[in-house]
C-alpha cells in the first residue's frame, strides 16, 4: 500500500510534537461510518462492552485501523515498523453521563518513566457525528510531557467535535477526558493503541524542512524540548550542533549566561512542571556547562529533579553514558531508575553497557527492573545480553515487568530467536498482554517454529466473531 499521499506534512508534525494531538478524517463515505455506528449500537445494547475483543466482533473497526489516511498518520510518528497494541476499547456514553476526570491513560501497569519519544500513540475514532452536547473528547494541548497537570491558565483545553468519521492521533501521554453527554444520543469514541518497534533511522513523514521552524502564540514556550523531538523523529542523536555533544545558544540562536544557567539548574526540581522540563532540554542544549548540573540532579535523591535530569541527559547523547552508568550503582532508587531509562532513550549502546542495564534486571526495586527490560528492548543488542536479561524479567514478580520484557522481546523481531522457548511459556501468564505480546513476538520472529506456535495458541483461543448470546453455535 502506498501511503506516501497520507503521511503528514512538516506542518502537521509540527502541530503533533508541540500540541500532541492532531484531528483528522478518515476516507470512507458517511455510509460506511453509519452503517458500523448501527451494528455498535446493537452490540452494546444486546451483548454489552466486547472490550478488547472489538476488532473480531467488528472487524469493520480494522478496516478503519488499515486504511490508508490512519496508517499514514501512525507511519508518520511511529516510523513503517509499528504494531498494534493488544489493548483497545469502546468509550460508549449514554445520555447524562458526566464528564470525566482528566487524566493520562496507564501502560496497562503501574509507575514507569513517561516516555517524552513517541514509542507509543493512540487513535480516537468516531464512528458518528460528535457535537458540544454529545460530550466529545476533551484535550490539554501540549501535556503529554508533564507526569502532573499544570493546573492553570496554560491549559486550554479543545474538543473533538466533528463530523462521522472523525479521528483523534493522540501522542499516548496527552492528558485527555471524555465530556458530559448532554444530548439525547449514544456517542461512541472507539481507542486503539499502537507500539513503535525501532527508533527513527530518519524522517517518516513528508519532511521537507532539516531544521525546526519555531512555534509561536503557545501557552508555554517549549521550543527547545520540541526541537529535541523534531531532530529524534529525523534520527538525529545528540543535542543540536556536533551530534553528540552540546552548544552555547538556545534553539533562536540567544546564548546564557551564568545566571541563567544557575537558574535552570535551580528550576530542575520545581514542582511546576513546565518550568522544570524546559530546564532540563535548554540545559542540554548547553551540555558542555551543563552536564555536572545534570548529572548532580540525578543521584540528588528528588523525584522531580532526577527526572527532569534524565530526560535532559538522554537528549545530550552518548556522550553522558558514563554518567549514566555510574548512576546504575547509586544508592537512590530514583538515580537507577532514570539512569536506566535514559540509557534505553539513547538506544544503540557498546556490550559493556548492555551488559550493566541487564544486570539491574535483578535490581531489589521493581522501578527499576520496569525500566530495565525496556531499556534492553530499545538498546536491542547483543542479543546474548539482552534476551537472558529479557527472559528473566518474563519471570519476575511484576505483571508489568513480564509484560514490558514480552513487548522488548517483540521488538528485538528474528534477533529474539533464542527466545521462543521462554516466549512459549509465557502463553499461560496469567497477564493477558504477557502472553498478547508473546504471540506479537512470535509473529515478528518469523520462524517456522514460531509461527507454529503462535498458530497453534490462536487457533485453541479463537474469538469467534458470530457467537453471541443469541447465537452460541
Same mark, same amino acid.
Given at each position: =500500500?502506498?501511503?506516501?499521499?497520507? /503521511?503528514?506534512?512538516?506542518?502537521?508534525?509540527?502541530?503533533?510534537?508541540?500540541?500532541?494531538? /492532531?484531528?483528522?478524517?478518515?476516507?470512507?463515505?458517511?455510509?460506511?461510518?453509519?452503517?458500523?455506528?448501527?451494528?455498535?449500537?446493537?452490540? =452494546?445494547?444486546?451483548? %454489552?462492552?466486547?472490550?478488547?475483543?472489538?476488532?473480531?466482533? *467488528?472487524?469493520?473497526?480494522?478496516?478503519?485501523?488499515?486504511?490508508?489516511?490512519?496508517?499514514?498518520?501512525?507511519?508518520?510518528?511511529?516510523?513503517?515498523?509499528?504494531?498494534?497494541?493488544?489493548?483497545?476499547?469502546?468509550?460508549?456514553?449514554?445520555?447524562?453521563?458526566?464528564?470525566?476526570?482528566?487524566?493520562?491513560?496507564?501502560?496497562?501497569?503501574?509507575?514507569? #518513566?513517561?516516555?517524552?519519544?513517541?514509542?507509543?500513540?493512540?487513535?480516537?475514532?468516531?464512528?458518528?457525528?460528535?457535537?458540544?452536547?454529545?460530550?466529545?473528547?476533551?484535550?490539554?494541548?501540549?501535556?503529554?510531557?508533564?507526569?502532573?497537570?499544570? %493546573?492553570?491558565?496554560?491549559?486550554?483545553?479543545?474538543? =473533538?467535535?466533528?463530523?462521522?468519521?472523525?479521528?483523534?492521533?493522540?501522542?499516548?501521554? *496527552?492528558?485527555?477526558?471524555?465530556?458530559?453527554? /448532554?444530548?439525547?444520543?449514544?456517542?461512541?469514541?472507539?481507542?486503539?493503541?499502537? #507500539?513503535?518497534?525501532?527508533?527513527?533511522?530518519?524522517?517518516?513523514?513528508?519532511?521537507?524542512?532539516?531544521?525546526?521552524?519555531?512555534?509561536?502564540?503557545?501557552?508555554?514556550?517549549? +521550543?527547545?524540548?520540541?526541537?529535541?523531538?523534531?531532530?529524534?523523529?529525523?534520527?538525529?542523536?545528540?543535542?543540536?550542533?556536533?551530534?553528540?555533544?552540546?552548544?552555547?545558544?538556545?534553539?533562536? %540562536?540567544?546564548?546564557?549566561?551564568?545566571?541563567?544557567?544557575?537558574?535552570?539548574?535551580?528550576? *530542575?526540581?520545581?514542582?511546576?512542571?513546565?518550568? &522544570? #522540563?524546559?530546564?532540563?532540554?535548554?540545559?542540554?542544549?548547553?551540555?558542555?556547562?551543563?552536564?555536572?548540573?545534570?548529572?548532580?540532579?540525578?543521584?540528588?535523591?528528588?523525584?522531580?529533579?532526577? @527526572?527532569?535530569?534524565?530526560?535532559?541527559? $538522554?537528549?545530550?547523547?552518548?556522550?553522558?553514558?558514563?554518567?549514566?552508568?555510574?548512576?546504575?550503582?547509586?544508592? $537512590?532508587?530514583?538515580?537507577?531508575?532514570?539512569?536506566?531509562?535514559?540509557? %534505553?532513550?539513547?538506544?544503540?549502546?557498546?556490550?559493556?553497557?548492555?551488559?550493566?542495564?541487564?544486570?539491574?534486571?535483578?535490581?531489589?526495586?521493581?522501578?527499576?527492573?520496569?525500566?530495565?527490560?525496556?531499556?534492553?528492548?530499545?538498546?536491542?543488542?547483543?542479543?546474548? #545480553?539482552?534476551?537472558?536479561?529479557?527472559?528473566?524479567?518474563?519471570?519476575?514478580?511484576?505483571?508489568?515487568? @513480564?509484560?514490558? !520484557?514480552? /513487548?522488548?522481546?517483540?521488538?528485538? &523481531?528474528?534477533?529474539?530467536?533464542?527466545?521462543?522457548?521462554?516466549?512459549?511459556?509465557?502463553? @499461560?501468564?496469567?497477564?493477558?498482554?504477557?502472553?498478547?505480546?508473546?504471540?506479537?513476538? =512470535?509473529?515478528?520472529? &518469523?520462524?517456522?517454529?514460531?509461527? +507454529?506456535? !503462535?498458530?497453534?495458541?490462536?487457533?485453541?483461543?479463537?474469538?469467534?466473531?458470530?457467537?453471541?448470546?443469541?447465537?452460541?453455535?
Amino acid at each position: =500500500m502506498n501511503l506516501s499521499n497520507h /503521511l503528514l506534512t512538516d506542518d502537521q508534525m509540527r502541530q503533533f510534537i508541540s500540541h500532541g494531538y /492532531l484531528v483528522l478524517k478518515t476516507d470512507f463515505p458517511k455510509e460506511f461510518h453509519e452503517s458500523l455506528n448501527g451494528k455498535l449500537n446493537e452490540v =452494546m445494547e444486546k451483548e %454489552g462492552n466486547p472490550g478488547n475483543n472489538i476488532l473480531p466482533r *467488528l472487524s469493520e473497526f480494522n478496516d478503519i485501523v488499515q486504511s490508508p489516511v490512519v496508517r499514514g498518520a501512525l507511519t508518520s510518528v511511529l516510523g513503517v515498523d509499528y504494531t498494534i497494541h493488544p489493548h483497545r476499547h469502546c468509550h460508549f456514553t449514554y445520555p447524562g453521563r458526566k464528564v470525566q476526570g482528566w487524566h493520562k491513560d496507564s501502560y496497562w501497569g503501574h509507575q514507569k #518513566v513517561r516516555n517524552h519519544h513517541n514509542w507509543w500513540a493512540m487513535i480516537f475514532y468516531y464512528p458518528q457525528a460528535v457535537d458540544e452536547e454529545m460530550g466529545p473528547s476533551g484535550l490539554l494541548p501540549g501535556t503529554q510531557y508533564y507526569t502532573k497537570r499544570a %493546573g492553570d491558565e496554560t491549559e486550554q483545553p479543545v474538543y =473533538m467535535e466533528g463530523p462521522e468519521g472523525t479521528f483523534g492521533l493522540i501522542h499516548y501521554d *496527552l492528558w485527555h477526558r471524555g465530556g458530559a453527554n /448532554l444530548s439525547e444520543k449514544t456517542r461512541a469514541m472507539v481507542k486503539f493503541q499502537f #507500539v513503535r518497534m525501532e527508533a527513527p533511522s530518519g524522517p517518516a513523514w513528508n519532511n521537507r524542512q532539516e531544521d525546526w521552524a519555531r512555534v509561536e502564540e503557545t501557552p508555554v514556550d517549549h +521550543n527547545e524540548l520540541w526541537a529535541s523531538q523534531w531532530r529524534w523523529h529525523r534520527g538525529e542523536t545528540g543535542a543540536k550542533g556536533n551530534g553528540s555533544g552540546g552548544r552555547n545558544s538556545d534553539s533562536d %540562536g540567544h546564548g546564557i549566561g551564568n545566571g541563567v544557567m544557575s537558574d535552570l539548574i535551580g528550576n *530542575l526540581a520545581s514542582r511546576y512542571e513546565p518550568k &522544570g #522540563v524546559d530546564a532540563a532540554y535548554r540545559l542540554a542544549s548547553h551540555a558542555d556547562g551543563a552536564v555536572p548540573a545534570l548529572a548532580e540532579a540525578l543521584t540528588s535523591g528528588d523525584t522531580t529533579a532526577s @527526572r527532569n535530569a534524565g530526560y535532559g541527559l $538522554s537528549a545530550i547523547g552518548n556522550d553522558v553514558q558514563a554518567i549514566l552508568l555510574d548512576a546504575l550503582e547509586h544508592d $537512590s532508587e530514583q538515580a537507577r531508575m532514570h539512569a536506566t531509562f535514559a540509557l %534505553g532513550e539513547l538506544g544503540q549502546a557498546d556490550a559493556d553497557c548492555v551488559e550493566a542495564v541487564a544486570n539491574v534486571v535483578a535490581d531489589p526495586s521493581v522501578l527499576v527492573r520496569r525500566s530495565a527490560v525496556e531499556a534492553l528492548g530499545l538498546m536491542k543488542e547483543p542479543v546474548d #545480553v539482552t534476551i537472558p536479561g529479557l527472559e528473566s524479567g518474563l519471570q519476575d514478580a511484576d505483571g508489568q515487568v @513480564r509484560f514490558t !520484557a514480552a /513487548l522488548s522481546l517483540q521488538r528485538l &523481531g528474528p534477533k529474539a530467536e533464542a527466545a521462543l522457548p521462554a516466549l512459549q511459556a509465557a502463553l @499461560r501468564d496469567e497477564n493477558r498482554y504477557v502472553r498478547a505480546y508473546a504471540v506479537d513476538a =512470535m509473529r515478528r520472529m &518469523g520462524t517456522n517454529e514460531a509461527l +507454529n506456535i !503462535a498458530l497453534d495458541y490462536l487457533s485453541a483461543h479463537r474469538w469467534c466473531p458470530t457467537t453471541t448470546p443469541e447465537n452460541l453455535f
